[in-house]
């Protein structure tokens, strides 16, 4: 399933040649690599795609205008894009580093 949805993500980046497109399906494959292969299934849903999300992205923009244009933060938007595809955000599992410095260290 994992290789269907990128399969699926290389064909709509191929074919939306955007910034817009290649930057929700870059975010979109480091999701499914690096933090939840579970939400392939979400991606696969015939009725979602990357072009859709920007859709809502602009819908959400809008209600931001500042000086006659919209914002929204990079948080925001993959916030927004993983809403889109109801996939429940998960932080990526990191590892435990212990740091410890003794003062004598330092000194």
């Given at each position: 399933?994992?290789?269907?949805?990128?399969?699926?993500?290389?064909?709509?980046?191929?074919?939306?040649?955007?910034?817009?497109?290649?930057?929700?399906?870059?975010?979109?494959?480091?999701?499914?690599?690096?933090?939840?292969?579970?939400?392939?299934?979400?991606?696969?849903a015939e009725n979602k795609t990357i072009k859709g999300a920007?859709?809502?992205?602009?819908?959400?923009?809008?209600?931001?205008?500042?000086?006659?244009?919209?914002?929204?933060?990079?948080?925001?938007?993959?916030?927004?894009?993983?809403k889109y595809f109801e996939i429940e955000a998960v932080e990526?599992?990191?590892?435990?580093?212990e740091f410890s410095v003794e003062l004598d260290d330092l000194?």
């Amino acid at each position: 399933m994992l290789n269907e949805a990128i399969r699926k993500i290389n064909i709509e980046v191929g074919e939306g040649r955007n910034a817009q497109v290649n930057a929700i399906g870059n975010f979109l494959y480091e999701y499914l690599n690096n933090t939840d292969s579970s939400a392939a299934e979400k991606i696969l849903a015939e009725n979602k795609t990357i072009k859709g999300a920007i859709n809502e992205l602009r819908k959400e923009a809008k209600k931001n205008v500042v000086d006659g244009m919209g914002f929204l933060t990079d948080s925001e938007a993959f916030e927004l894009v993983l809403k889109y595809f109801e996939i429940e955000a998960v932080e990526p599992e990191q590892e435990d580093k212990e740091f410890s410095v003794e003062l004598d260290d330092l000194l």
